[in-house]
């Protein structure tokens, strides 16, 4: 016998019993708790684990002011992988048409066209809840400001943003420059990323989706870096891919945009979607071995050498009630009510 149904008898008894001896009126109340409590088990809760809209203008100090939201904040840095480039990290005003408005945004300027320099922030580690449709989830606004072209020349399939939660596993990124790739002491990190198509819809690839799984394990090549190694075949020496869509509606413009990443507990294992603009979220369900703590939100512009600029980001665990929580309240309101009827 599951829970929700032990609950129910449970509460069913209990109004019985109420009628036999206090009247009708109390009955009422004791059914319409009742009536609450498969409304309450499928409302969720969230706790914000990481924001920053950015107001305090500094990227490496976690803000966690009221003005920044009040819930934790989130420092930011700019890796590397096999040369020292680095994506240039700075704190800019953008409220001019198109900007996403609001206030500061962190911009992001790659200073390699050949492979990724991952943008990193980092955030208590935050374990994904043992209920079926408990959440991690990483939300932000984006808009890119210098070279997507809606008549891209290299019509590749490997532009692309990608979008990650990782778990650091034991060796954090602390500061600028550090490697984020599988050949540095920092570059075990393992999780799962998505891969939202950008530029010209009718390239090659211009409206594929991917979601992927890294595992942090080095294959000994100069060529690990995480958020694996192209676009096309969605496979790097650490990467497997769970899931690929080829109609997924991407981005092709300067406008500001957002995004909803989240992983999702199933009864089998840990769902994966990305969502662009509110639209159809793309999902796909890792079975083997789910990762489930993670306590590091990465970013990339692979092959593209774009600038963008993000703003009003969120990562949060919700969580699900569960059903004898919710049985525990709506008895103690309904006990109540009997107490203030008797009165």
């Known amino acids: 016998m599951n829970a929700t149904y032990k609950n129910s008898l449970l509460a069913v008894t209990i109004v019985t019993q109420i009628r036999t001896w206090t009247g009708r009126s109390i009955a009422t109340m004791a059914l319409a708790l009742l009536t609450c409590l498969g409304s309450l088990a499928g409302i969720s809760q969230g706790a914000i684990i990481g924001q920053d809209s950015f107001s305090d203008g500094d990227r490496s100090v976690a803000d966690s002011s009221g003005a920044n939201g009040g819930g934790p904040g989130l420092v930011w840095y700019t890796t590397t ?27 992001m300027r790659p200073n390699s066209s050949s492979g990724n320099r991952p943008v990193v922030a980092t955030f208590a580690p935050t374990t994904l809840g043992g209920a079926v449709g408990d959440k991690i989830t990483a939300s932000m ?5 210098s070279g997507v072209s809606v008549d891209d020349s290299e019509g590749s399939s490997n532009l692309s943003f990608r979008l990650g939660l990782y778990n650091s596993n034991g060796t954090p990124i602390t500061a600028d420059g550090q490697r984020f790739d599988l050949e540095s002491g920092t570059g075990n990190d393992f999780g799962y990323f998505a891969r939202i198509p950008v530029g010209d819809p ?20 100069s060529e690990d870096p995480l958020f694996g190694q192209d676009n096309s075949s969605g496979t790097g020496d650490d990467v497997s891919e769970l899931g690929m869509t080829s109609s997924f509606v991407g981005i092709a413009d300067f406008e500001p945009h957002s ?3 989240s992983l999702e507990r199933t009864a089998g294992g840990v769902l ?18 789910p990762f489930e703590t993670f306590d590091e ?40 009510s009997v107490r203030r009827v008797q009165a």
């Open 202 to 221: 009718a390239n090659t690839g211009g409206t594929a989706a991917r979601l992927s799984k890294e595992t942090g394990v080095a294959s000994g090549t």
């Open 81 to 107: 992988n096999e040369d020292a480039s680095t994506t240039a990290l700075t704190v800019v005003t953008d409220d001019d048409t198109p900007g996403i408005g609001g206030g500061n945004s962190l911009n």
């Open 297 to 336: 939100l990465a970013m990339t512009n692979l092959r593209i050498t774009t600038e963008w600029r993000v703003d009003n980001v969120v990562i949060e665990s919700v969580s699900i009630p569960e059903p004898a929580s919710v049985a525990v309240l709506s008895i103690g309101l309904l006990l109540l």
């Open 141 to 145: 606004d984006i808009r890119f400001i």
């Open 259 to 261: 995004i909803l990443m």
């Open 272 to 289: 994966t979607s990305i969502q662009v603009d509110g639209g159809t979220p793309f999902t796909a369900e890792d079975t083997s071995s």
